[in-house]
Each structure stands twice: as C-alpha cells, then as structure tokens.
C-alpha cells in the first residue's frame, strides 16, 4: 500500500470515529473495535501488504510504547499504593506469575511442535492488561473505588514488570541458551535502563518544579515536557548501554511521584495526543498482523485464545486473592477485566524487531494477534453491560465486595 494511501486511511477513521465517537460508545463499540477493523480493511485493498518489521511500524511501536511505559507508571500513586497495597500486590506477584506458569503449559499442550521458548514468547506477550479496553468499567463511579483502582494499578504496573522478563526471554532466543553472554546482557540492560530513567524523571520533575514557581514555563508545555523527558529517557539509557523502554518506564514513576501537577498533565496528554497514537497503534494491529494471521488460525488457536482471556487469566485471579475477603463474584469480574490491548501489541512489535521477524513461528504470533482480537471486541462490547450488572450486584450487597 502507498504510503499517502495509509496517512489518509488514518485521517479519515480518526475524523469518521471523533466525529461519532459518543454516539457509536453507547452501542458499545469502543475506539480500538473501529481503529483495528479499519486497519484490516485497509490491508486487503491495498496494492501491497505491510511487513511488521518495516520501519515506519516499528518507528510507531517504539514512540507508543515509550509514551505508554512512561505515562502507565507516572499514573501510579506511590503513597495511595501504600495504603491499598494488598489487593494489587496479589494480582501482580501471585496471580500474574500462576497466569503466565499456566500459559506456558496450556501453549506446550496445544503447540507441541512450537519450541519451548516461543511458547513462554507466548505467555509473556499476553500477560500485560490494558485498563483502556474496559474504560466503561475503570471511570463507572458506581463500582466501588477499591475494585476500579485495581484494576487500574495492575494494568498500569504489569507492562513494566512483564518487560524484563520478556527482555530476557528475547535474548535468550537471539543469542541462544548456550551461546553465552544473555545474562549479563539482561541485567545490564535492566540495571542502566532503571538507573538512567531513576535519575532523568527526578532531574526532570525538579527542574519543572523550580521553572514553574519562578514562572518561567508556558502552560502548553507543561504538557509536552513530560513527554519529551520520556523520549530523552529512552535515548539516554541507550547512550549508555541500558534498555530505553525500562529507562521510560522508570523515568515516569519516578517523576509522577516527584511532581503531582506534572503526573496531571500526563494523564491530560494520554487522554489526548497519547490517545491519538495509541489508536494509531490499533490499526497498525489490522493493518499489519491481522491479514498475515488469518491462514495460520486453526481450532488450536481458538482453544488457546478464548482460554487465554477466560481460564488462563480468571482462575489465577481467583486463586491470587487467596483468603481476602472479596466474593466470588467480585473475583470474577476483576480477572474478566483483564483485557489484552496496547501493551501486547507494541510487545509483538519489539519481538519482532528483536528477533528479525516471524518466519518459523508464525503460529505463535498468529495466536497472540487472534487474542488480541477477541479481547478488543468482546472486552469492549462487555465493558459497560458488566459493569451495570456488577454495580447492581454491590448494591444489593450493601456495598460490599
């Protein structure tokens, strides 16, 4: 496809979904739904199809992911996670661990012919949540605060704590098991990426803070410096030998708990120009993937995908919350709401960067772009139907969960 022929596609969904985007959210059908069905069609009219490691999808891949890592930990509240630490915590370092350890062997069982690794590539590029998916359900006021931070606080610290794992995992199949050197690689990477993004949101926030009481800064640019400050993060890191997407990842937190007006603005710049570029990132998935995909869907697919968003995911979150005192039903609600969006996608992207395509494993990818799919269309129709039910449900309950 021409290149002018993708810029007006885009152009046009974006003034046919904003134009209508209200209207079409009270049939349930969300802004992913029609960014990815459009970057489907657009492929199959197409003079030719886009390879996912051409570089403008990866150059949009990296800027997203970048401007998701860094926004998804400013959002993070580290004094409020403090206090209501426990319910989060289990989903990140019980349930999220037990989903990925049963991913990998539901993917062994199903994919025996794929190699081990590949599969846990698998796991890993699944395991991230996107709150955005479900935004009926994180902005309804009528379901109990504690539930909608939840479901927010994992979905904004699964991506940052899945990517070293999934690093490391890369690595392994770029420099094979036995070919030495993966471990320390991982761990420098880590380590300066961390470091360099530690220090670039802190230098960044106070320099914002001493720059704002003198009245030096702009109001417009309280909502591009963050976003630079990410991007100047990701390079930093990489200067010096460290992976930029932790750098980012770190340089938000780090700020975002540094400077609150500052983590504002962020959250304004994700609910604006951030949203732009991640619906953008929707239809690179139909535009790239969903056409390479299609020839490689068998019932093993199937099986895998709709188990991914339902067992895989639900019965850890059950198991997760252990003995807290949250009903059944409630449990249920939090691990359906744990939709596959952005963070997978722009996962699939570095993995293919790093491994330099997808020849030989096209089922795994065709896997995790089938669940992908279906999490945006059944997440995004169940959304705000769930919700109203649920609500309903804590209410009749007295408030209790």
């Known amino acids: 496809m021409h290149e002018h022929m993708t810029i007006l596609g885009i152009a046009l969904v974006i003034l046919g979904y904003g134009y209508h985007s209200k209207l079409l959210n009270r049939y349930n059908i969300s802004g992913p739904m029609i960014f990815a069905l459009v970057g489907a069609i657009l492929s199959f009219v197409g003079t030719e199809p886009i390879k996912p490691d051409a570089h403008t999808v990866q150059t949009i891949a990296e800027i997203a992911l970048i401007t998701v890592l860094f926004s998804d930990a400013a959002s993070i509240n580290l004094a409020h996670l403090r206090r209501e630490w426990r319910l989060p915590v289990r989903l990140l370092f019980v349930a999220l661990p037990i989903m990925i350890v049963i991913s990998f062997f539901a993917g062994k069982l199903l994919f025996p012919q794929e190699s081990p690794l590949y599969i846990l590539l698998l796991a890993l590029l699944l395991a991230p949540t996107d709150a955005a998916l ?26 940052g704590i899945v990517f070293p794992v999934l690093l490391t995992v890369l690595a392994v199949i770029s420099k094979g098991a036995d070919g030495g050197g993966w471990g320390e690689y991982v ?19 106070k320099m ?4 704002d009481s003198r009245g030096w800064m702009e109001h417009q640019y309280k909502n591009l410096v963050p976003i630079a400050l990410a991007i100047f993060s990701y390079y930093l890191a990489e200067h010096f030998g460290g992976n930029g997407y932790i750098s980012a990842f770190f340089s938000g937190l780090i700020l975002g708990n540094t400077d609150m007006e500052l983590r504002k603005n962020i959250e304004d710049f994700a609910e604006s120009e951030g949203e732009l570029l991640i619906m953008v990132s929707f239809l690179v998935f139909g535009l790239v993937f969903i056409p390479i995909s299609i020839s490689h869907i068998d019932l093993q697919s199937w099986i895998y995908a709709i188990a991914s968003l339902t067992l895989l995911r639900m019965v850890p979150v059950v198991m997760g919350f252990g003995f807290f005192k949250l009903s059944l039903p409630t449990r249920l609600f939090i691990g359906w709401f744990g939709p596959r969006g952005i963070a997978s996608i722009l996962y699939i992207l570095v993995a293919v960067h790093q491994l330099g395509g997808i020849e030989g494993h096209e089922k795994i990818f065709t896997v995790a772009t089938l669940t992908i799919t279906l999490s945006i269309l059944l997440h995004g129709l169940s959304a705000r139907p769930l919700a109203s039910v649920f609500a309903r449900y804590v209410e009749r309950r007295g408030g209790e969960i």
Request: net charge negative.
């Open 134 to 159: 479900g935004k009926a359900v994180v902005s309804d006021t009528r379901i109990p605060e504690t539930v909608r931070n939840t479901i927010n606080v994992e979905s904004g610290l699964n991506d």
């Open 187 to 205: 761990a420098e990477q880590i380590a300066i990426g961390a470091l360099a993004g530690g220090i670039a949101g802190w230098a960044g926030a």
């Open 208 to 211: 914002a803070i001493f720059s």
